[in-house]
């Protein structure tokens, strides 16, 4: 003869699942911080990212303080401007921690710009 718990075996199994799948995402403040360099983009209000040597731009989750220094910058739409950040990335965009360079006194040779396209 089986002895009744108290506590429902199904419950426990929900309990088990819901920390194994916890267990498997890692948030961005615990993932490792990456620095970057490249180019920053505003279009429409949306922030990107081209790294050096890659001919792709990401999209920034967040953004530190780069729109503010955009302003600054009189930056406008669709005008890349050199930076270099340091990020984690998220799964749905790069979130900038901190600033480490904006824009450059002198220019940039081994960082080229290959195409600035803007997604549709």
């Known amino acids: 003869m089986m002895k009744q718990t108290t506590f429902p075996i199904w419950l426990a199994g929900l309990i088990l699942a819901g920390s194994s799948l916890a267990a498997c995402s890692v948030p961005a403040s615990r993932a490792k911080p990456t620095e970057l360099a490249g180019w920053y983009l505003q279009h429409g209000g949306e922030a990107r990212f081209q790294a050096c040597g890659n001919d792709?731009?990401?999209?920034?989750?967040?953004?530190?303080?780069?729109?503010?220094r955009a302003t600054g910058f009189e930056l406008g739409d669709d005008t890349p401007v050199y930076v270099r950040i340091e990020v984690v990335d998220t799964g749905s965009g790069l979130e900038v921690l901190r600033v480490l360079q904006f824009g450059s006194p002198t220019p940039v040779r081994n960082c080229g710009l290959?195409?600035?396209v803007v997604p549709p």
Do not use: E, I
């Open 114 to 116: 290959t195409g600035v």
């Open 56 to 68: 792709r731009a990401v999209r920034l989750a967040a953004l530190a303080d780069l729109r503010q």
